[in-house]
């Protein structure tokens, strides 16, 4: 079947800007993931979707970072006036359930380069 | 908070040479141990994973990690590694009362012919 997709595969994007990004988890996972990955920070966890809800938003660097989730689908995540420091691949994943030690399967990511 | 350190950057091994590629992890309570591989422009996709029972955890393309408590280690290995095996590989642990993956640094794989 269809695995996690995320659009746009790349985008570029001047500094100041504001940038969305998307995830369109396997049909029927409930738990949704936001990741990303830089040469600096390695892969770090931003936030956490289960349904629509986020009960877990640590991640998130900034309050320019915001993620929504609608109709325990999509996701979208926000980049608010971007900053070089944001280029990254930003990694989407999600899993069956919120089960103990569920397995979370990652989508190609976006890679997000920002001017 | 749990720590993930992976202590190679980079693993370069001559084609059906064995391989190990070390992971210690710090916890202060029991975790779920991961390893999951990304090949270039590609996601992360999971090799194996230990939740419990034995130690010793078979996963997909012929890898086996081994689950060591005392020493807080899951050491990934695979007897004879394949040119196709040239990718990253990122160990991770999860505490179960939370759902993220807390990974390493990655671990370069290269295959030499």
């Known amino acids: 079947g269809a695995g996690v997709s995320q659009s746009p595969s790349n985008k570029v994007t001047e500094k100041g800007k504001d940038v969305e990004l998307r995830c369109d988890p396997i049909s029927g996972h409930t738990a949704l993931y936001w990741y990303r990955q830089s040469l600096g920070q390695g892969l770090e966890f931003l936030i956490y979707f289960q349904g629509n809800s986020a009960p877990d938003k640590s991640g998130l660097p900034s309050d320019r970072f915001s993620a929504e989730r609608t109709g325990g689908s999509v996701s979208t995540l926000t980049i608010q006036r971007t900053q070089q420091e944001d280029s990254a691949v930003y990694l989407c994943a999600s899993s069956l359930v919120r089960g103990l030690g569920e397995t979370q399967y990652f989508g190609p990511g976006t890679r997000l380069l920002v001017l | 908070a749990q720590s993930v350190t992976q202590l190679d950057s980079q693993v370069p091994v001559f084609e059906e040479a064995p391989v190990e590629l070390r992971c210690n992890y710090s916890s202060s309570v029991s975790v779920y141990l991961f390893w999951y591989v990304q090949y270039p422009n590609q996601g992360l996709q999971l090799l194996l994973k230990y939740l419990s029972g034995s130690t010793l955890v078979k996963g997909i393309n012929g890898f086996e990690a081994e689950f060591n408590k005392s020493q807080t280690s899951f050491h990934l290995r695979k007897p004879s590694v394949h040119i196709s095996d040239t990718a990253e590989y990122f160990c991770?642990?999860?505490?179960?009362?939370?759902?993220?993956?807390?990974f390493g640094q990655g671990t370069r794989l290269t295959i030499n012919p």
């Open positions: 991770a642990v999860s505490d179960p009362r939370r759902q993220k993956l807390v």
